[in-house]
């Protein structure tokens, strides 16, 4: 029997150091959390306010076999070792497992370490501390405010704004970012500008003729005054003024924060925040790299000669440049250390995908810090114009000396901060000299526009809250989880086609020195996964900002922040620092209560002119609306309905923009005796024929399509249904889908993946029964237990087997007795009444499937016909 219990959070940590330390400790997980708020109930408050804001706990649903585990293992151990993770939430962890396993809290040795290597833990079991009771009254403090603050606010926006709504100190700061910056592209009024361009020939080293161009070092804002100043270069001579060779460098970036981490992940990897952070608990549970929660650029010392060592090995010594990042942030804590490999020689993991993505990101950052700056030599070339003393064009290049760092990595920038002007890498000029007149081969005045600051990504997002001091590592993934949580529909995560739009370009021909003007096309504002703000949010923040100013401030938020970390810190009383927030606070809720109007979120737009009546949008039950008429003016008579585009919004949309929504569904006629209707959804246009929805493609004017292109999309929509073969008698049929290309059988669709080698264009038969196959073993393997009638089954997952519930987003663990997920094996044996326990535990509901019952056939009413309303449409009606 091992004489030590060590605790720590997640059971794949529990492993690995249970590994790592041998028999004399068994090491243990408490699954996150053990304890949290209790419901408020008559008899009870989660937070006794009047009593110092006492906290009640209880155990955590689904906590409990957890904890009686924890219990027995306590009694049989002669010491117990709390090792949860270091920052605020693992020592409230620590503490909770204090309080509930009856330890001593200050005998019971806590322990930290921000990675998980043999070395890390023996000096951490060397040099046992006690739970720091600062650091808890940190979190308990951020917990019970945003606690109060979310509970009070979000009961406010029931009554004021609509039901099934909520708001957070954090989360709705996070949302007045996006719903400023939407509005902000709105209103931004694009204004042209002309930029020249020249390109001129010269004779390069190798006697060849070349060509390099240069950039006029002024725009033009109107056609009028570039058209002027090509005019007077159609007499101009061009001669090199100056030659500027310089050397530059460029230098490493610092090891990631768990921000910067989260930014590169998205604009190299694609991964969502969360999904950043998901993967790096991964790797830090398998002992990979160090703790991921993290505002440190700071490196140990034992890290940089490890880093030495191996950039000296795989890339010589002339790569070295050891150095120590200095911390930005005033918060950040010297003694922590940025994100890191805990082996710097490693550069790749045995682990999934994902894993192995951002663990060679992560690597090459590292170790690109301790690399050398790289070198470049950088040219500019001044070329003066004979006709025009006020401006010049200049011509810059620059050449890669010596790659440094950039050997290994390249940190990628912001698409604001992203110039077209400043891409010169590697750009080499032929040799000139001062005095020397240059041939001009074209110039040409390209019309280009201003543009508004981009929606924020995810990770500039994340990037802006930790500009301002909003949030810190462990908050940025669930803050912005939070705010695009489909369930409160503040913040969409969409990709917009853009639109095409037209450009002049002046052009001067340097051999007969004549200018032309022509008209070009460019395709702008495509953006892909881009944060918008939905009219919801918009009002929500309007209102939140009206009557909430403090809390919605982006400083005093932030000032919040930092008032944590000082309580953190034991410079002060966290009862004391919640009063001063609170109490005001809840003043402003009360008299909001009691004074606020309620707000409609209604928009009228004008008066339809068919019907005089009027125009308004709102938000329906399911996302804006637009409507024809008014309660008043419309007596029983039922408003017309239509759904705003998904790029159109209630502040912005016009009476015409309105008014066209209802030009459909529309009827065009019928084909082969049946009707062909046009119509606008959700999510774009489309033709309904037979019962089917033909989508018509996104860069078509759904106005302009007639009969005969309805009849195309029909037949090309026929074509692509028809089946492609037959598996067991039955139609194969092949398509185009959300997710990408397919083909079905029977209700089954069998992805077409780039890895099975088959094209959705020239898939035969043969291949497509080798997916069809493959997908019925794989659904045949997907269920372990499936019991119909009560709408539930127990399915193998990537990561072991789950509870299912039908028409329920959320997945359920399936956890043995001992409170660890279930083997396949295990999962085999459990009865329906163990899986229905195991939800209930969690917080989960099953609903009684409803038994069919057989209608009794209506008794027939004498029907009436009502008046005329005024659209001029009669209604037929039954008497009640």
Not at 20 to 35: A, E, N, P
Not at 40 to 66: L, W
Not at 319 to 330: E, G, S, V
Not at 596 to 606: F, H
């Amino acid at each position: 029997m091992a004489k030590h219990l060590l605790i720590v959070e997640s059971p794949a940590k529990a492993k690995t150091i249970e590994k790592i330390l041998g028999k004399d400790f068994t090491v243990k997980s408490s699954y996150g959390h053990i304890r949290d708020l209790i419901k408020d109930s008559k008899d009870k408050k989660a937070i006794e306010v009047d009593n110092g804001y006492k906290p009640n706990y209880a155990i955590s649903s689904g906590k409990q076999k957890v904890v009686k585990e924890l219990k027995d293992w306590v009694k049989k151990v002669d010491e117990v070792w709390l090792a949860t993770d270091e920052d605020r939430e693992g020592e409230a962890i620590s503490w909770h497992l204090a309080k509930v396993l009856k330890l001593d809290l200050d005998s019971t040795k806590r322990i930290s370490f921000r990675e998980i290597t043999k070395p890390a833990l023996q000096k951490a079991i060397q040099n046992p501390g006690t739970v720091d009771i600062d650091l808890v009254n940190a979190q308990q403090a951020r917990r019970v405010l945003d606690r109060l603050v979310g509970f009070e606010l979000s009961g406010l926006l029931w009554r004021k704004v609509r039901g099934k709504l909520s708001a957070g100190r954090v989360q709705s700061v996070a949302v007045k970012l996006v719903v400023e910056r939407e509005r902000a592209i709105n209103s931004f009024d694009a204004k042209p500008f002309f930029k020249v361009a020249a390109i001129f020939e010269v004779e390069g080293a190798n006697g060849k003729k070349v060509h390099f161009k240069a950039n006029l070092n002024k725009n033009f804002d109107s056609e009028q005054n570039a058209q002027q100043f090509l005019e007077q270069c159609t007499a101009a001579t061009y001669q090199v003024g100056n030659i500027a060779v310089k050397p530059a460098y460029r230098k490493p970036a610092a090891p990631f924060t768990t921000s910067t981490l989260q930014q590169e992940a998205s604009r190299k990897l694609g991964f969502s925040v969360s999904r950043t952070m998901s993967v790096a608990q991964r790797l830090y549970e398998a002992g990979h790299i160090t703790y991921m929660r993290t505002d440190s650029t700071t490196l140990s010392e034992t890290a940089l000669g490890a880093l030495a060592d191996t950039i000296k090995k795989f890339y010589g010594d002339n790569y070295l440049n050891t150095k120590q990042y200095k911390n930005n942030k005033a918060s950040a804590q010297e003694a922590h250390e940025a994100i890191r490999p805990t082996y710097a020689e490693k550069n790749s993991v045995s682990m999934g995908n994902d894993e192995n993505r951002l663990y060679e990101l992560i690597w090459k950052r590292t170790i690109a810090s301790q690399m050398a700056n790289a070198q470049l030599q950088k040219t500019t070339i001044d070329i003066n114009i004979s006709t025009v003393s006020d401006v010049k064009l200049v011509a810059v290049g620059q050449v890669l000396k010596f790659d440094g760092f950039l050997k290994v990595y390249l940190e990628s920038k912001e698409e604001e901060e992203d110039n077209e002007d400043n891409n010169n890498e590697d750009k080499i000029l032929p040799p000139m000299q001062v005095g020397q007149v240059l041939d001009l081969g074209k110039m040409d005045a390209i019309e280009r526009f201003t543009r508004p600051k981009p929606h924020y990504t995810e990770a500039s997002l994340v990037k802006k809250l930790e500009e301002l001091g909003i949030g810190r590592p462990s908050t940025y993934a669930p803050t912005i989880s939070r705010i695009m949580d489909p369930n409160r529909g503040y913040v969409l995560k969409q990709t917009r086609l853009g639109k095409d739009r037209a450009y002049k370009v002046l052009s001067l021909n340097g051999k007969d020195l004549t200018i032309q003007a022509k008209q070009q096309t460019e395709h702008v504002g495509y953006e892909k996964n881009k944060l918008f703000a939905s009219d919801l949010g918009m009002q929500v923040t309007d209102f939140l900002s009206e009557h909430f100013s403090d809390i919605m401030e982006y400083s005093f938020t932030a000032g919040i922040e930092d008032q944590l970390d000082i309580v953190a810190e034991g410079r002060e009383d966290w009862v004391k620092m919640l009063d001063d927030i609170y109490k005001p606070f809840h003043q402003t809720v009360e008299h909001t209560l009691e004074n606020a109007d309620r707000v409609t979120g209604e928009r009228i737009l004008g008066k339809d002119p068919k019907t005089g009546l009027s125009i308004l949008v709102r938000i329906g039950r399911y996302g804006p609306i637009a409507q024809i008429g008014l309660t008043e003016e419309l007596g029983e008579e039922k408003p017309q309905y239509a759904n705003l585009k998904e790029e159109q919004s209630i502040e912005t949309i016009t009476l015409e923009d309105a008014l066209d929504l209802f030009q459909f569904p529309k009827t065009l006629g019928n084909y082969k005796d049946l009707e062909v209707v046009i119509g606008e959804g959700r999510y774009g246009p489309f033709v309904k024929y037979d019962g089917a929805f033909i989508s018509i493609p996104r860069t078509e004017d759904v106005h302009q399509v007639d009969m005969d292109r309805a009849v195309e999309l029909i037949l090309e929509k026929q074509k692509a249904d028809a089946p492609i073969g037959y598996y067991q008698e039955k139609p194969i049929t092949k398509g185009q889908g959300r997710f990408g290309p397919f083909v079905k059988w029977e209700g089954l669709f069998c992805s077409i993946t780039k890895g099975s080698g088959f094209q959705l264009e020239t898939i035969t038969e043969e291949e497509a029964i080798v997916l069809v196959k493959a997908k019925i073993e794989k659904e045949a393997n997907r269920y372990i237990h499936k019991w119909d009638d009560e709408g539930l089954s127990v399915q193998n997952g990537r990561w072991g087997p789950f509870i299912k519930i039908d028409k329920d987003r959320k997945n359920y663990k399936l956890l043995n007795k001992k409170g660890e997920k279930m083997t396949q094996d295990e999962a085999k044996e459990v009865s329906l009444e163990y899986v229905i326990q195991q939800i209930e535990e969690q917080g989960g509901v099953l609903k009684k499937k409803k038994k069919a019952t057989k209608k009794k056939p209506a008794a027939k009413k004498k029907a009436t016909k009502k008046k005329t309303s005024k659209t001029g449409a009669s209604k037929t009606t039954t008497k009640k």
